[in-house]
């Protein structure tokens, strides 16, 4: 099983699902039994989905949806 | 030219303005989402109004050179950045020059100190707002930025984003470590005060 040392160096690997199958069993064995890395792991979750909402940014103006369009080439 | 020999060069015509037609119509539709990540890849709405328009106007006129089934938004990207960087709007620099930052558990362990009484995950991520966010952001140098807005943001993969940025899949990975590391500190900083 992995310590706390490694758990922190796995745990972005680990959300984007890039460890190998040994490596997350690891560190899920790490973090059902450690409370400490639990915490900050639900923690991570929560800022992942925190940040995606709040660089969420207003809607493309239509001016410029209107000026891609323009830039199709025309039907003869 | 016989009608024979025409017809063929006719078909071939038509069969290339449909296809040309269905790339185009494809395009406008990943539109919102080019934008999205357009605008945080440049500095300002202007910058990314401009940049999507040279964009998609090089996508248009090179639509063939798309190998159909393959993933048109990152192709759409690839120009993108591509032209970001041709237009001088950003300084390249060595990603190494960076000072080291602080480990994954950094961000978790300041706010919580900050907090006063029990934490849970929900109370301590409350510590942070909306604008601690978008100016943590900016505060990441480019070459970290690009990779955070396009795998955490835009959802592309390490193999997209490599592709887009034309870098190999391993400094995907190692920026986008660094990258969450340097935006938690600047994230720090920003909620709690400090140098992070």
Known sequence: MCNCEECEQWMQPYMDRVLTDAERAEAETHLDECSYCRKRYRFEEHLRQFVRQAVVIEPMPIELKQKLSELRTPLL | ?196
């Open chain 2, 1 to 196: 030219m016989s009608e024979t020999t025409r017809e063929p060069e006719a078909r071939r015509l038509a069969t290339a303005a449909r296809d040309r037609v269905r790339f185009e119509e494809d395009a406008l539709a990943l539109s919102d989402q080019v934008y999205r990540v357009a605008r945080h890849l440049v500095g300002s709405r202007e910058e990314a109004d401009d940049l999507m328009q040279e964009t998609y106007a090089r996508a248009f006129r090179s639509w063939r050179s798309f190998t159909p089934g393959t993933n048109l938004r990152a192709w759409l990207l690839r120009i993108l950045t591509n032209l970001n960087i041709d237009r001088g709007r950003r300084i390249q620099r060595q990603p190494d020059s960076q000072p080291l930052e602080e480990g994954d558990y950094f961000l978790y362990n300041r706010l919580e100190e900050s907090t006063d009484g029990p934490t849970d995950e929900d109370r301590v991520v409350q510590r942070l707002s909306q604008n601690d966010v978008v100016e943590a952001l900016s505060e990441v140098p480019h070459d970290f930025r690009d990779v955070i807005v396009l795998v955490d943001i835009g959802d592309f993969t390490y193999a997209d984003a490599a592709q887009i940025l034309d870098v190999p899949i391993g400094t995907v990975m190692s920026r986008l470590h660094r990258g969450r590391r340097i935006l938690k500190q600047a994230m720090a900083a920003s909620a709690v005060g400090g140098d992070g």
